[in-house]
């Protein structure tokens, strides 16, 4: 974790689901903070690696956008405090927006897109 660039976006399991975070550059015991938008939290969050991964193990998904660390880094902060929104503000909608991308949640977007399949197939079940 200490090699990443501020601003690599990581992830750490959370149920079936990933809860993604963004690598800070300010450091604790030798290892990066993360900064990232928790719904255990409630908040956009800057907390060390292991609180974040909250016995999980850490994930590195990459660096997605363009923008320069320093400029990741300041828009994440920017957003610290902003209250968790399921479906307009989660962890994925953060650190894309962060990385000046759109800030969408395709985990979400995955969900959904299932439950209504499997109401369609309820309801076309019942009609039968």
């Not at 990066?32 to 690696?49: D, L, N």
Request: with cysteine.
């Amino acid at each position: 974790m200490n090699h990443l660039l501020p601003g690599t976006v990581v992830s750490v399991p959370f149920g079936p689901f990933l809860h993604f975070g963004l690598v800070s550059d300010r450091r604790g015991s030798g290892t990066p903070y993360i900064i990232s938008c928790s719904g255990r939290a409630g908040q956009v969050v800057e907390e060390t690696a292991h609180e974040f991964a909250n016995g999980g193990d850490i994930k590195v998904h990459g660096y997605p956008g363009s923008l320069s660390p320093h400029e990741v880094i300041q828009r994440a902060r920017r957003r610290m405090g902003t209250k968790y929104d399921l479906f307009k503000w989660n962890c994925e909608h953060f650190a894309r927006w962060a990385h000046d991308l759109k800030p969408e949640s395709p985990q979400l977007q995955a969900t959904v897109a299932v439950c209504l399949l499997l109401l369609g197939s309820f309801w076309l079940a019942r009609k039968a």
